[in-house]
């Protein structure tokens, strides 16, 4: 081989190494632009992706809040009902109670008919009395106790004064005209009282 033939092989060669170096680039270029294309389609599903979620969320937090809403409207209701059924009913304990001595208040004007005997008339009302006065310390209800009482306008409302009772009634209940009531120490009735002054 001469000189000439070896630099043609070279040339040949290097002609070879620059097409395929060419060719390279070429895939290169074209497989950055395939990753590029694959990249932007990535990135737009990644946008998309995050809307879609958040309206997935948005959907979810609807659907939780709408039946939250309709639990508490549900509730509501039932409460309106139940506190209205309260009201309408709410004293049927104590009617339940106190009916056995209206019971027994109808047998005494049945039996004092037949009687002309105070005295038994006056035992029987004695009696029913003190079953009422039971009846309704088992409701919860007490007397305001007064007898000998230091006036306290919680519990007692001042109807008279009465002048000249001494030092020692002075600002204490001398009469009580009217019985008050507590309710599970609610005062539900004032005591009418008259007050020393």
């Not at 104590?94 to 209206?102: D, E, H, K, N, Y």
């Not at 305001?144 to 600002?171: L, R």
């Not at 005209?177 to 009282?193: M, P, S, T, W």
């Amino acid at each position: 081989m001469t000189e000439k033939d070896i630099k043609i092989e070279g040339e040949e060669t290097v002609d070879a190494v620059d097409a395929e170096n060419t060719e390279n680039a070429e895939q290169t270029e074209a497989t950055g632009a395939e990753n590029e294309k694959s990249a932007d389609k990535e990135s737009e599903a990644e946008e998309k992706d995050p809307q879609v979620k958040a309206q997935e969320e948005i959907e979810e937090l609807k659907d939780k809040w709408l039946r939250s809403v309709a639990e508490f409207e549900n509730y509501r209701k039932r409460t309106l009902k139940e506190r209205a059924e309260l009201i309408l009913n709410g004293g049927e304990k104590v009617i339940t109670a106190i009916l056995p001595i209206l019971d027994d208040m109808e047998r005494a004007i049945e039996n004092g008919a037949k009687t002309d005997d105070p005295e038994v008339l006056r035992e029987g009302m004695t009696l029913i009395h003190q079953k009422f006065m039971k009846t309704l310390e088992a409701q919860g209800v007490s007397k305001i106790e007064t007898k000998d009482a230091d006036f306290d306008t919680d519990v007692h409302e001042a109807v008279a004064m009465v002048p000249g009772m001494g030092d020692d009634k002075k600002g204490k209940v001398i009469d009580c005209l009217q019985e008050g009531y507590k309710l599970n120490d609610k005062v539900i009735r004032h005591a009418k009282v008259a007050v020393g002054q």
